[in-house]
């Protein structure tokens, strides 16, 4: 994510330059330099064994006697390799999941419960900001591991059988993804009060009070962001140790899709939630707009295009721009002269519209032949639009669309997403502040910054602002109606 961190990937062996910090060490992969977590990798404890013949030898291990006695001296005794790396993979899950209690409790406690004693110097909504839902992350991590310490194999770990534990709470580690999401507001927040000293002075404090390690509170902040990316990764190295003999091998199998999804989920939610202010932005470019705001319903615009509609009683031909959203669709006139400036003209509710393909011909609502046609039909009746495209791949494109949008909706509710008011106020202001009060939308988007943003080649990027606009508009025509006026004789005194 950063240029300072160093990308590697699983397999990859790392020169560690420094490891003077527990958390993160300084390595070195190839040509490549930077900071990575400690807590990532493994550290290769017979440094000078080449890897090459390590790998090699793992591979020529059979089950006889000799061979056996040379795998203990490199796993150690009493256990078979595979069961070996499955008791490692299960500690190291469990030895990460303790270490990571204690990092929330010491955020929980160190950090927030200090921060609500200053209201002198916190508001509520402040820390909810820089904190967002931790101590709902940390209830749940608590009964998470409880369930994991039950599972737990102290005498066998390789036996241990805790797939059943992740796909128990599937569900519950969806809460992350409110956390991630605010994340960068988080971090925003952080360094606008890092700028002050007594901040500094104060979260310093807080952290040698409850004795952590030497990390600013924006590392801690990061720690569920990696942590809920990790378990992935632990998963699938529990699988590959676990033998499909193993009685817990389908629940790990079927834990790791579902932290896979959850995973998804969470990247998948991030994305809607970046795309609001987007909407909100198009809205507020939209003139003559009615009713309420799109993001009243709808967080994610499925489709849009050009199409030629027909509406009942009249059936008059009307050229539109369509906006698929979920939930809705929004449809707006061009202006004549300027293209790129659009008018409110109406919307559908897509839960209550059925979307039926019409055949080429001749049409029995509407009476006319149509081409490249869709029917949207209301489900009480009382409603019938004719939707014609241009060509018959945009009207499949369009079908598809339709389709699509259904299949979010859906997606939407069983996975219980949806916009909190907060978040749509809060884009529907980010929105307004682009389009200050009291000048005309026409004002602060002419038609002319439209033809810069296109980049014209023939416009130097150093000619002041009012040259511009004369090298972007087209020479007029002189006017000849006054020069002939001028010649009629009765007019002339």
């Not at 990859?12 to 390595?27: C, F």
């Not at 602060?444 to 130097?460: A, G």
């Amino acid at each position: 994510m950063d240029d300072q961190e160093l990308g590697f990937k699983a397999g990859d062996v790392i020169e560690v330059v420094d490891a003077t910090n527990k958390e993160w060490w300084w390595g070195r992969i190839m040509d490549s330099e930077g900071w990575f977590p400690a807590s990532f990798v493994r550290l290769r404890v017979n440094q000078d064994e080449p890897m090459d013949e390590y790998l090699a030898h793992l591979e020529e291990v059979n089950t006889g006697e000799k061979d056996q006695a040379a795998l203990g001296l490199i796993l150690g005794p009493g256990l078979p390799c595979k069961e070996q790396m499955r008791t490692n993979v299960i500690n190291e899950i469990m030895s990460t999941e303790r270490d990571y209690i204690k990092h929330l409790k010491d955020i929980c406690e160190g950090y927030i419960k200090q921060c609500r004693k200053r209201t002198d110097m916190f508001t509520e909504e402040q820390l909810r900001v820089i904190f967002s839902n931790i101590e709902e992350i940390y209830r749940f991590q608590r009964k998470f591991l409880k369930g994991l310490e039950k599972k737990f194999n102290k005498e066998q770990p390789h036996l241990s059988e805790i797939g059943c534990c992740f796909l128990d709470h599937q569900t519950d580690f969806q809460i992350y993804s409110e956390y991630c999401n605010n994340h960068p507001n988080a971090c925003i927040q952080l360094s606008k009060l890092m700028k002050v000293n007594k901040y500094v002075f104060f979260f310093e404090a807080c952290r040698l009070l409850q004795r952590m390690i030497d990390i600013s509170l924006d590392g801690f902040l990061l720690t569920p962001v990696q942590k809920i990316c990790k378990y992935p990764l632990q998963l699938a190295e529990l699988l590959k140790y676990t033998n499909p003999q193993h009685r817990d091998y389908k629940d790990v199998e079927a834990a790791l899709n579902a932290m896979k999804n959850v995973a998804r989920l969470i990247n998948e939610r991030k994305r809607r939630l970046e795309n609001i202010d987007k909407i909100a932005q198009w809205q507020s470019s939209i003139e003559d707009w009615e009713g309420d705001d799109v993001l009243s319903r709808s967080s994610d615009l499925i489709f849009s295009g050009e199409l030629t509609k027909l509406s009942q009683p009249q059936v008059k031909s009307q050229q539109r721009m369509f906006f698929l959203f979920d939930h809705q669709m929004v449809y707006c006139k061009k202006d004549l002269l300027r293209r790129d400036m659009l008018y409110y003209k109406g919307r559908m509710d897509m839960d209550h519209i059925e979307v039926i393909d019409v055949e080429d011909g001749k049409e029995k609502d509407f009476n006319i032949s149509v081409k490249n046609a869709l029917k949207l039909r209301s489900l009480a009746g009382d409603e019938v639009h004719l939707l014609c495209a241009k060509k018959p791949e945009q009207k499949q494109r369009w079908l598809r669309a339709f389709a699509d949008e259904r299949r979010r909706v859906q997606h939407d509710h069983d996975t219980g997403f949806s916009l909190t008011e907060v978040q749509k106020k809060q884009a529907m202001l980010n929105a307004c502040k682009s389009h200050p009060a009291g000048k005309p939308k026409a004002v602060t988007r002419p038609y002319y910054d439209f033809l810069l943003r296109q980049k014209h080649p023939s416009l130097p990027t150093a000619v002041p602002q009012q040259q511009v606009f004369m090298l972007a508009e087209p020479k007029r025509k002189t006017s000849t109606f006054w020069h002939n006026i001028g010649r009629l004789t009765p007019f002339k005194k």
